[in-house]
């Protein structure tokens, strides 16, 4: 790696063996990335008091080319862990994906013929028109009203399975159009056949 591994604790006293897992994942990652600028770990708890119980939220933001790369597990997510151990191996492995995956594009080898990718409403703002996918690899993408096909944003809840294609946005990757899968897709369509 170019630049040193930052490594920071909020809320959590400071571990010698958890920082030393953590810089023992981090040095791998060159290994799935030719051009990583700088890596940069952030863990911590909601209270610092509680010690069981406690779900840990843990940050990987990689500088690869320009752009930020992110792996962000937070409390109430179906990847957060009470072992902060597991947590770091879990969450460097979704960083090894997505680090491939973005090495795999700028060589230009573009899977052809696959299927749109699936993955779950995770958080929806109706409000703000927009919302995130988790893909099945733990990542969050975001998408706006406009992405969902068949003007079916006000139908989204979280949970919900949905299609997607993915693109590089302004501030990263982003949903470029969403479409619900399953009888949640055919509801409407039954109900109210002329949409």
């Known amino acids: 790696m170019i630049l040193p591994i930052q490594i920071t604790f909020h809320n959590v006293d400071k ?5 030393a897992k953590i810089r023992e994942a981090a040095e791998k990652l060159d290994q799935f990335h030719e051009d ?3 890596c940069r770990v952030v863990v911590e708890a909601p209270h610092k008091r509680h010690h069981q119980g406690t779900l840990y939220h843990l940050r990987i933001d990689v500088s690869v080319s320009g752009k930020e790369i992110v792996v962000d597990r937070e409390p109430g997510d179906r990847n957060a862990h009470e072992d902060p151990y597991v ?6 492995e979704a960083m090894e994906r997505k680090l491939k995956d973005d090495e795999r594009r700028r060589h230009g080898e573009v899977k052809t ?10 958080k929806i703002f109706p409000d703000e028109g927009y919302g995130f996918i988790e893909t099945f690899d733990g990542s969050e993408l975001y998408f706006n009203k406009n992405s969902v096909l068949n003007d079916a944003f006000r139908r989204l809840s979280v949970g ?4 997607f294609r993915e693109e590089m946005g ?20 039954r109900t109210h056949p002329l949409r």
């Not at 571990?15 to 920082?19: K, P, Q, V, Y």
């Not at 013929?113 to 995770?122: D, I, K, L, M, W």
């Open 160 to 163: 919900m399975e949905v299609r």
């Open 36 to 38: 990583i600028m700088s």
């Open 87 to 92: 947590m770091v191996r879990d969450a460097f």
């Open 113 to 122: 013929g696959v299927a749109a990718p699936h993955g779950r409403v995770s």
């Open 170 to 189: 302004l501030k990263g990757p982003q949903a470029s159009t969403v479409d619900i899968v399953g009888r949640e897709a055919s509801h409407d369509e």
């Open 15 to 19: 571990s010698d063996a958890l920082e």
